[in-house]
């Protein structure tokens, strides 16, 4: 089978920088909060052109605490993409806010800025919720069309979060989301483009009090030292040496993005007269955290696919309004019918850096074989 996605090919690049980097962890033994944390957090704020960075225990605390330190709460309501994982929705009822759901593009799977538009005005009639955050997921890698949600989020006095934990490192028109949003956040996730050997999480911001509240709201609530508890917080940090692993992973993740935008284009080219291929926003740069065609008939293909000794995945086959635990929550003006409909469709093939030709051509000739017997 080949693999889906390859994270021993990176580990054998960097394998000797690595183990040095964990070794001096376990040498040093501040294993909380460690030189390594703030390190990293410095090059993660450089990398994205972000004033600053909190590095947190993964992307979906990196998530919540933005929520938290802007006091969004009950009466508020907070607009996710209905297509996305469920963790750009999860954090909102956590606060007592209500997650309002948008449907996103039929092209590139982002936030659709029409039905925000559309789904906020709705709040606004129905006058039970204040419009306050606006989620925006760079869904697979690729920046969410920010120039216009941020127009709107700005019009409407709300705040916008990019959740970048598939997309960090995507630019739009040379811009990183984090020139637009508020906060920008991120999964180190090990299957995530810049994914380290456990669980972590960022969230980035240009704010010097959204830092310092952030901050305070990671570590139980801390106040001028220790034991000082001035607000109701949690327990969430980087781990010393899941930092000093990605300190090494963030050096090489420029040529990796350049790598996966180099497979992108060779899997466009073998694949785009038999399937449909993604389309990226117009002057953006995808880091492909997945590369998603779509086919009729997705489970046969699935079958003929691993027949082949190709692995799929399927993101993500129910959207979040139809989830047991989301159904109860608002959906937006206007339907969620591109949603429903991608949903049914999408279906993700092996995407990593290290991906070469000679593979991508064994993939393209099983798709090929699956076209050709559905002819
Ligand atoms: C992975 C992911 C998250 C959450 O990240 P974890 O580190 O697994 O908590 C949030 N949003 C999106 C879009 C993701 O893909």
Known sequence: MIPFIDLASQRAR???RIDAAVARVLAHGQYILGPEVRAFEQQLAAFCAAKHTL????????????????????????????????????????????????????????????????????????????????????????PADYPRIAEIARREGMKL????????????????????????????????????YGDGGATLTNSDEDLAVMRSFAVHGQGT????NVRIG??????????AILIEKLAIFADEIRERNAVADRYRQMLSNMVKTPTVIAGGVSTWAQYTIEVDDRDRFAAHMRDAGVPTAQYYPKPLHQQTAYR??????????????????????????????????????????????GA
């Open 225 to 228: 030292d220790k034991y000082d």
């Open 234 to 243: 949690m327990n969430s940090r980087l781990d010393t040496i899941q930092a």
């Open 328 to 373: 109860a929550y608002p959906v937006g003006d206007g339907g969620m019918a591109v949603s429903d409909d991608v949903a049914k469709r999408v279906i993700s093939l092996p995407m990593h850096a290290y991906l070469d030709e000679p593979v991508q051509a064994r993939i393209a000739e099983a798709v090929r074989g699956f076209v050709r017997a």
């Open 161 to 196: 979060i990019a959740d970048s934990a598939q997309g960090f490192g995507c630019t739009l028109n040379g811009e990183h989301p984090m020139h637009w949003a508020d906060a920008t956040t991120t999964s180190f996730f090990p299957a995530k483009p810049l994914g380290c």
């Open 55 to 142: 590095a947190n225990a993964n992307g979906t605390d990196a998530l919540v605490l933005p929520l938290m330190a802007w006091g969004v709460g009950p009466g508020d309501a907070v607009f996710c993409p209905a297509f996305t994982f469920a963790a750009t929705a999860e954090v909102v009822p956590w606060v007592g806010a209500t997650p309002v759901f948008i449907d996103v593009l039929p092209d590139t799977y982002n936030m659709d800025p029409a039905s925000l538009e559309a789904a906020i005005a709705g709040v606004r009639r129905a006058g039970k919720l204040k419009p306050s955050v606006v989620i925006a997921v760079d869904l697979f890698g690729q």
């Open 14 to 16: 960097i394998a000797g």
